[in-house]
């Protein structure tokens, strides 16, 4: 049987994101595969160097666009690194809230996403609602719908808003009532069992090696959280545990994967319920941007010869950002920034785990690895 | 009240790599305590030549388990003086983490207790840094057999920073088009932003500051 | 005449139906009927191509989420007849909304050139209207309008759901002034509009 290279082109309704996957078969039976990346590298780490420190905030919004904060935050903390900031305990919760809304919003334009591919197009109306509410408690903390430019070095830049209390509790306890409707919906669905266990199996020990992280590894049956080995922020004061599956035994598959979305989605909620309780101050309390309770003070200028990072839980893995000081302007700005994204490292994993399987559980794997293709491109 | 790793295990366990690495030649290592936002972690900080590098990357693999790369960072120094014109820094992670079990015909899943980790699988973070001297083409070797993490990583380096890996297989530009010039590479400093030197963007963009042709002219 | 199952003998001859053609379009040429036909059938088609645009299934990057949020349950693009296709061959409207880089250059040209006449382009989003916030950057295109010719423009990072309903809105009312021709032979009227120049 003759072999072809086929290739899923840059615009594709099914690869989430602009990227290019050669696929080489042989008949129905994928036999190799080669990713093509660079669709739309805007060189980001090369702009930075010519922006200042807070300027450079807006550019990792929109590095991952479907989960804008944890990047944001992400920087935001190498940055503390490097200058060496004292960040107050309240901001820190504010900051907590705001990153795990932004994981289940990225999750359920996860969710929203994967399902149409498998063929259940419900579900895309459905997760795209429950986005919609979380993104209007998003607007009410950062202001716009997507990219919210929300901490500042220091702190963040506004307190909760008055009355956010009372609708992030209502809206997170309706939402974690309806996780159970998505539930019921993909485990009764026979169509997406059968297309989703049995393909694209993952080991743990093969996967760390390989350098992935975050929910796809914890699908493998291992429960290691950036947040909880090298704790930053208040993780260590709430009462939480990372979500972890029970893979098969070949390994995790897109079902597993699948699961610990879901219960990342669930640990969320409760962990923004509980850090609403114990947030220093009270939730009802509102400071004024640039209150010492929301935003430390901080130097401006990173001499030559600093340099600062830091790992931090991103929706997808683990993600990181390394900034060397002494840039122009004596300091103010960076002389290098250097991101590291876990999609970027993810995606020849996945390009491997397809070979072996037909050409219709591409999109499954695919999907079931979350891409965004906006971080790996930077 | 969650459970975490506790910082003086770690800074234990960081200080134990650091007294073996230290009897490898051209290495220098030390442990950093940051303080960022409200917790405290624990660095390895490690500095060694290029020639010791292969065997210090062997070390962390086999003998203390680093089994992580996180990421590989490509920076330009010209003026940092002949020695240390170009730097490159590796993360890595210590992640300690085994395939689950299977008992009975069913996988347990390993939920380890952070704060009862012990020895090689307590979670550590490190820091390589690698100086090599002025020179147009700057090679290291590279360690894509011994972590398959560090495979695009090094693609990655060489595709944006120009640092060539020595006994890298498949070498080529992930992020750029392909059909980019060989030697562009755009992260080096001599390469300028589009629009670099128009100043005036930045200090007026909306033009406030500027004045008629003939102003100061006497008329 | 040969017997090919396929072939129709009445009409194998082809002078015989450009000369019935020829003389039918004489005819109504000179009754003033082909004008009338002409104005009916070109609004009909007019009205048909504003009210069912088909955008292509293409999403770059973050605006792309606003596009599909516009086309989910809150803000609902499908009820204007906004129903995105994956195939360019299908599609009328090619909706940009990212940055075009050098390497995206040439598929979306040839994205563009694949997409039957009439069709429109909108540009969405600040990447695609001058670079954005990349205008710098040495990958980045400055707007897609260097390479393919746009109709609108939206501005916004990224613009609301309601703002890109709107676009399209814009997107009918120009289709109104400047016909269903194609796009060598627009007239000067059809020049790019841009939201919230009124």
Same mark, same amino acid.
């Given at each position: 049987m003759a072999e072809m290279w086929i290739s899923m082109g840059p615009q594709h309704p099914m690869t989430h994101g602009l990227w290019t996957l050669k696929v080489k078969v042989d008949g129905e039976t994928v036999v190799d595969t080669e990713p093509d990346l660079g669709y739309i590298h805007r060189g980001v780490e090369k702009i930075c160097e010519s922006r200042d420190f807070t300027q450079i905030t807006t550019y990792c919004d929109r590095l991952c666009y479907a989960s804008a904060n944890t990047w944001s935050h992400s920087y935001i903390y190498a940055v503390e690194d490097l200058l060496e900031v004292e960040v107050p305990e309240r901001a820190e919760y504010i900051r907590l809230i705001a990153v795990e809304l932004q994981r289940i919003a990225s999750h359920l334009m996860w969710l929203g996403a994967y399902a149409p591919d498998i063929g259940n197009l419900t579900i895309m109306v459905w997760g795209l609602r429950e986005r919609e509410m979380m993104m209007d408690l998003l607007q009410e903390l950062g202001g716009s719908r997507m990219h919210y430019n929300f901490p500042r070095v220091g702190g963040v830049k506004r307190d909760l808003p008055h009355g956010f209390a009372q609708r992030a509790r209502a809206k997170v306890s309706l939402f974690l009532n309806r996780i159970q409707e998505y539930e019921a919906l993909y485990d009764e669905s026979t169509i997406f069992l059968i297309r989703t266990q049995g393909v694209g199996y993952s080991k743990p020990e093969e996967m760390v090696n390989h350098g992935v992280s975050g929910p796809n590894l914890r699908a493998g049956g291992v429960n290691y959280d950036v947040r909880q080995a090298h704790p930053y922020s208040v993780y260590h004061e709430l009462d939480w545990e990372p979500p972890v599956e029970r893979p098969s035994i070949k390994g995790a598959d897109c079902y597993d994967r699948y699961r610990v979305r879901i219960e990342e989605m669930r640990t969320s909620a409760n962990l923004i319920l509980e850090a609403l309780d114990r947030i220093p101050g009270g939730a009802d309390t509102y400071h004024e941007p640039g209150d010492p309770m929301i935003l430390g003070k901080s130097p401006s200028r990173a001499p030559e010869g600093t340099s600062g990072f830091h790992h931090f839980e991103d929706s997808r893995g683990e993600s990181m950002f390394y900034i060397a000081g002494g840039g122009e302007g004596r300091g103010k700005q960076p002389y290098r920034v250097s991101i590291r994204s876990p999609i970027f490292i993810t995606i020849p994993y996945a390009a491997k785990c397809m070979i072996g399987h037909k050409v219709a559980d591409i999109p499954a794997i695919m999907g079931s690895f979350d891409p965004c293709i906006g971080e790996t491109d930077r | 009240m969650g459970k975490v790793v506790s910082s003086s295990a770690q800074r234990e366990s960081a200080q134990e790599l650091i007294n073996d690495i230290d009897s490898i030649k051209g290495v220098e290592a030390e442990v950093v305590e940051r303080t960022n936002g409200t917790k405290t972690r624990n660095i390895v900080r490690i500095i060694c030549k290029p020639e010791n590098w292969r065997k210090l990357a062997k070390r962390l693999k086999k003998k203390h388990k680093i089994d992580y790369c996180s990421m590989i960072t490509g920076i330009h120094w010209?003026?940092?003086?002949p020695e240390k014109n170009w730097e490159l820094v590796y993360h890595f992670l210590r992640t300690g983490i085994n395939d689950p079990p299977v008992i009975q015909g069913m996988v347990e899943p390993i939920i380890s207790d952070p704060t009862k980790v012990q020895g090689n699988k307590i979670p550590l973070e490190i820091e390589v840094k690698i100086y090599l001297s002025e020179t147009r083409e700057p090679t290291i070797d590279s360690v894509q057999d011994i972590w398959i993490g560090a495979d695009w990583n090094e693609k990655e380096t060489w595709d944006l920073v120009g640092i060539g890996f020595a /006994? !890298?297989? /498949?070498?080529?530009?992930? #992020? $750029? *088009? !392909?059909?980019? *010039? #060989? /030697?562009? !590479? *755009? #992260? $080096?400093? $001599?390469h300028k932003l589009r629009y670099h030197d128009f100043e005036e963007m930045y200090d007026d963009a909306q033009g406030f500051q500027r004045k008629p042709q003939d102003t100061g002219k006497i008329k | 005449m040969v017997d090919d199952g396929q072939n129709y003998s009445v009409f194998n001859s082809r002078m015989l139906v450009d000369t019935v053609g020829n003389i039918t379009d004489e005819a109504l040429k000179a009754t003033k009927i082909k004008d009338v036909i002409g104005v009916l059938v070109g609004r009909i088609f007019n009205w048909s191509q504003r009210k069912s645009l088909f955008p292509l299934h293409?999403?770059?990057?973050?605006?792309a989420l606003e596009m599909a949020a516009a086309g %989910?349950? @809150? &803000?609902? %693009?499908? @009820? &204007? %007849?906004v129903f995105f296709r994956s195939s360019p061959r299908q599609c009328d409207v090619l909706l940009v909304n990212g940055p075009i880089t050098k390497k995206f250059a040439d598929p979306i040209v040839r994205l563009w050139e694949q997409m039957p006449e009439p069709k429109w382009c909108i540009a969405m989003g600040e990447c695609a209207i001058s670079g954005g916030p990349y205008f710098q950057s040495y990958n980045v295109l400055e707007g897609v309008d260097t390479v393919i010719p746009v109709d609108v423009y939206i501005p916004g990072c990224p613009p609301r759901p309601e703002a890109l309903i709107d676009g399209f809105d814009k997107l009918r009312q120009k289709i109104i002034r400047i016909g269903t021709l194609p796009n060598d032979s @627009?007239?000067? %009227?059809?020049k790019p509009i841009i939201i919230g120049d009124d």
């Open positions: - | 010209p003026e940092a003086g /006994g !890298h297989i /498949g070498m080529r530009r992930v #992020l $750029q *088009p !392909h059909e980019t *010039p #060989l /030697g562009f !590479h *755009p #992260l $080096q400093k $001599q | 293409l999403g770059i990057k973050c605006c %989910a349950s @809150r &803000f609902d %693009a499908e @009820r &204007f %007849a @627009r007239p000067e %009227a059809a």
